[in-house]
């Protein structure tokens, strides 16, 4: 299973506030890095 199907996963099933907060920022950090990975291969194509 992948990191980000985790995430969804244990968003999906998680009550408590706080880590459904943490498992947010976690994965708007994984977009953020993969539209930054992404850019970065538009710009050497």
């Avoid at 999906?12 to 706080?18: A, G, K, P, R, T």
């Avoid at 943490?22 to 194509?45: C, D, G, M, P």
Wanted: aromatic residues 4%; proline residues 0%; charged residues 40%.
């Amino acid at each position: 299973m992948s990191i980000d199907r985790f995430i969804i996963k244990k968003l999906d099933n998680c009550h408590e506030e706080q880590t459904r907060l943490n498992l947010v920022k976690l994965f708007k950090l994984r977009i953020q890095k993969a539209e930054k990975e992404e850019n970065k291969n538009h710009r050497i194509s």
